[in-house]
T-cell receptor, first 111, second 117 residues
Framework: ELKVEQNPLFLSMQEGKNYTIYCNYS?????LYWYRQDPGKSLESLFV?????AVKQEGRLMASLDTKARLSTLHITAAVHDLSATYFC???????????FGTGTSLTVIP | GAVVSQHPSRVICKSGTSVKIECRSL??????MFWYRQFPKQSLMLMAT?????????EQGVEKDKFLINHASLTLSTLTVTSAHPEDSSFYIC?????????????FGSGTRLTVV
């Protein structure tokens, strides 16, 4: 059974600080997605990582993928309050019929 | 960009009744659609995967007779919660998979908040 685990589950950080969220998965995959979810809302796509070593950046967020370690990271630089949300990684197993989400990381940025 | 329309956004129903949730891909053909359930402060749990014209594949522990999925066309999938009970109250989200450019994209509906009273 595929497992996708995120660390930490809850993160409270001050504005201006940096932090990294980790996503580990248990099966071979070279497709990793990051999403943001605000309370009561659906998912907003942040990044699509399609190969080993892929790195993508958008604003204060940067995502990377190491398929050999089965690890993706989401790095937050100089956090601002607007980044407060729950962040999910998701793994596409490649067979086409399974797309699983990580446990989620609830981020609160404190002014 | 790719848009997935999900309706209704909120529904309240009485225990024992059935509720149908629709998921439409508006500007692309969805070869596969996924249905998820999300309880408060938890992750999205995959319920089932459906391909157009074929029976849905359900995840372990999901009752196929209770959660009926129909994927009649490349743009429409429906989830019917039959004989709903309070424990079925949850946030249901669909996702449509389609090709965009060189790779696969997953586009999510806006979700349906189901409350069974």
């Amino acid at each position: 059974e595929l497992k996708v685990e995120q660390n930490p589950l809850f993160l409270s950080m001050q504005e201006g600080k940096n932090y990294t969220i980790y996503c580990n998965y248990s099966t071979t995959s070279d497709r990793l997605y990051w999403y943001r979810q605000d309370p009561g809302k659906s998912l907003e796509s942040l990044f699509v990582l399609l190969s080993n070593g892929a790195v993508k950046q958008e604003g204060r967020l940067m995502a990377s993928l190491d398929t050999k370690a089965r690890l993706s990271t989401l790095h937050i630089t100089a956090a601002v309050h607007d980044l407060s949300a729950t962040y999910f990684c998701a793994v596409d197993t490649g067979t086409g019929n399974q797309f699983y989400f990580g446990t989620g990381t609830s981020l609160t940025v404190i002014p | 960009g790719a848009v997935v329309s999900q309706h209704p956004s909120r529904v309240i129903c009485k225990s024992g009744t059935s509720v149908k949730i629709e998921c439409r891909s508006l500007d692309f053909q969805a070869t596969t659609m996924f249905w998820y359930r999300q309880f408060p402060k938890q992750s999205l749990m995959l319920m089932a995967t459906s391909n157009e014209g074929s029976k849905a594949t359900y995840e372990q522990g999901v009752e196929k007779d209770k959660f009926l999925i129909n994927h009649a066309s490349l743009t429409l999938s429906t989830l019917t919660v039959t004989s709903a009970h309070p424990e079925d109250s949850s946030f249901y989200i669909c996702s449509a998979r389609g090709l965009r450019g060189a790779y696969t994209r997953y586009t999510f509906g806006s979700g349906t908040r189901l409350t069974v009273v």
